[in-house]
T-cell receptor, first 112, second 115 residues
Framework: RKEVEQDPGPFNVPEGATVAFNCTYS??????FFWYRQDCRKEPKLLMSVYSSGNEDGRFTAQLNRASQYISLLIRDSKLSDSATYLC?????????????FGTGTQLKVEL | EADIYQTPRYLVIGTGKKITLECSQTMGHDKMYWYQQDPGMELHLIHY?????STEKGDLSSESTVSRIRTEHFPLTLESARPSHTSQYLCASSEWGGGAYNEQFFGPGTRLTVL
């Protein structure tokens, strides 16, 4: 079983739609959780951190369920510019530091 | 924009050649990382460093080696390139935060093709 699992998609949605991505992680000792965005042939960039109480940043809402080891990302009123791959990322303790484990990513295509 | 740079951006080279992928950052970050990513696949950590003279192997076994002589510089070397090394190599850095997470900033990547 992969440490971080995501539905690879693609999710093809019309502009203005609401879309939700899910992610599960296997290590219950995981401490921090994030969503990164990666455009085609570009480097990943941090979209938002995921806090235990859930958090919102404009049209984006992230949720964490530690009991179920599940993370979600909700995008409201999707724009064409939201088209990208969304990476679920989990920070796991590792020796004296920490390690980020990346999911395969979920591809989103927003269409007119 | 993150101040982390990688060169070359694209490299096509023949089998058996020695190559060095450069990565440098001007943010003064202690932690640096190398990831390998094939098209449509997840990033795999192949090397990381906590600071000068610190290098560790990541989760994915790699025939490459790294060095960290200066804080800002974290080059990756392949002594003898093979077609199986064809991939995208992404360098990243983050601040040192003890047990706390700090955002990783990624460079633009190097697309390596070994013929």
């Amino acid at each position: 079983r992969k440490e971080v699992e995501q539905d690879p998609g693609p999710f093809n949605v019309p502009e203005g739609a609401t879309v939700a991505f899910n992610c599960t992680y296997s290590n219950s000792a995981s401490q921090s959780f994030f969503w990164y965005r990666q455009d085609c042939r570009k480097e990943p960039k941090l979209l938002m951190s995921v806090y235990s109480s859930g958090n919102e940043d404009g049209r984006f809402t992230a949720q964490l369920n530690r009991a179920s080891q599940y993370i979600s990302l909700l995008i409201r009123d999707s724009k064409l510019s939201d088209s990208a791959t969304y990476l679920c990322v989990v920070n796991q303790p590792r020796g004296g530091g920490n390690k980020l484990t990346f999911g395969t990513g979920t591809q989103l295509k927003v269409e007119l | 924009e993150a101040d982390i740079y990688q060169t070359p951006r694209y490299l096509v080279i023949g089998t058996g050649k020695k190559i060095t992928l450069e990565c440098s950052q001007t943010m003064g970050h202690d932690k640096m990382y190398w990831y390998q990513q094939d098209p449509g696949m997840e990033l795999h950590l192949i090397h990381y460093s906590y600071g000068v003279n610190s290098t560790e192997k990541g989760d994915l076994s790699s025939e490459s080696t790294v060095s960290r002589i200066r804080t800002e510089h974290f080059p990756l070397t392949l002594e003898s390139a093979r077609p199986s090394h064809t991939s995208q190599y992404l360098c990243a850095s983050s601040e040192w935060g003890g047990g706390a997470y700090n955002e990783q900033f990624f460079g633009p990547g190097t697309r390596l093709t070994v013929l």
